[in-house]
């Protein structure tokens, strides 16, 4: 677990080594689903602070890496090959960090299939859904069961 003051830090360090300069600033967001963003009409990189809840600083710096190359290779490169060769040069490994969404645990909508796969949504879901780990299309033997639960508050 990483404390937002040092990720705060890390943040200031890694804009002053490579964004000197900029005019870019850094905040932490509610994101729950993605682990960080680049905004360039904002000039601001930010972080999920349920990320910076619940992993080590390393994985909190790559984050920041990742976006910091997308500043410095500008908005047009995506992920391609000059937005790589960007993250390649300052630090970036350029693998994911993720296999699953930030904040599943504060999702109040938990859905199983029968074959006991987990879904978490933060909306009740309006419409019947199948699983999709068992099918690539709407399926009722997949078909995914939901419940409400109680979730702890928000990071």
């Given at each position: 677990m990483?404390?937002?003051e040092d990720v705060a830090r890390l943040a200031a360090e890694l804009f002053a080594a490579h964004l000197p300069g900029g005019g870019w600033r850094f905040a932490l967001d509610n994101a729950r689903r993605?682990?960080?963003?680049?905004?360039?009409?904002?000039?601001r990189i930010t972080v999920s602070r349920h990320l910076?809840?619940?992993?080590?600083l390393e994985e909190v710096r790559q984050v920041l890496?990742?976006?910091?190359?997308?500043?410095l290779a500008g908005s047009g490169a995506a992920h391609g090959p000059r937005w790589q060769a960007v993250g390649r040069?300052?630090?970036y490994t350029g693998r994911r960090l993720h296999d699953r969404a930030i904040a599943d645990d504060q999702a109040p909508w938990v859905g199983s299939c029968p074959a006991g796969h987990e879904h978490y949504r933060?909306?009740?879901?309006?419409?019947?859904?199948?699983?999709?780990?068992?099918?690539?299309?709407?399926?009722?033997?997949?078909?995914?069961?939901?419940?409400?639960?109680?979730v702890g508050a928000a990071v």
């Open positions: 990483t404390d937002a993605r682990a960080g963003a680049c905004d360039y009409a904002r000039r910076v809840a619940g992993a080590p890496l990742h976006e910091v190359a997308h500043a040069r300052i630090g933060f909306r009740r879901p309006s419409a019947p859904l199948s699983c999709g780990v068992c099918t690539r299309r709407f399926s009722s033997a997949a078909l995914i069961t939901w419940r409400r639960r109680e």
